[in-house]
């Protein structure tokens, strides 16, 4: 059976809603539902969170979190910028 790897990516700044990933909804941040959605999906064997914010969630080991670096955190930043640096910076356990 494939197995696939998520990236959620999920900035601090937003142009129209501050800390737009750290609203709460029916209690939950808006990040924690996606990320909560993501561990439930059987197929993904890991979830890379690429983020510049501060995250408290339970321990899980297809959870990784990838800080951010400050020129991927503004408005100017690609999705595309963000996917060629996790892959090309990060020690992704792409096998799995």
Do not use: C
Not at 15 to 32: D, V
Not at 47 to 55: A, E, F, G, Q, R
């Amino acid at each position: 059976m494939p197995r696939y790897h998520a990236l959620i990516p999920a900035r601090g700044g937003s142009k129209r809603i501050a800390n737009k990933n750290l609203q709460k909804i029916h209690g939950k941040s808006l990040i924690e539902w996606v990320v909560k959605y993501a561990l439930k999906q059987e197929l993904i064997s890991n979830i890379y969170v690429s983020t510049d914010i501060k995250l408290d969630f339970d321990l899980d080991p297809r959870l990784i979190f990838i800080n951010r670096p400050k020129n991927l955190s503004n408005s100017s930043a690609t999705l595309i910028d963000v996917i060629n640096y996790v892959i090309l910076n990060q020690k992704l356990n792409l096998d799995d």
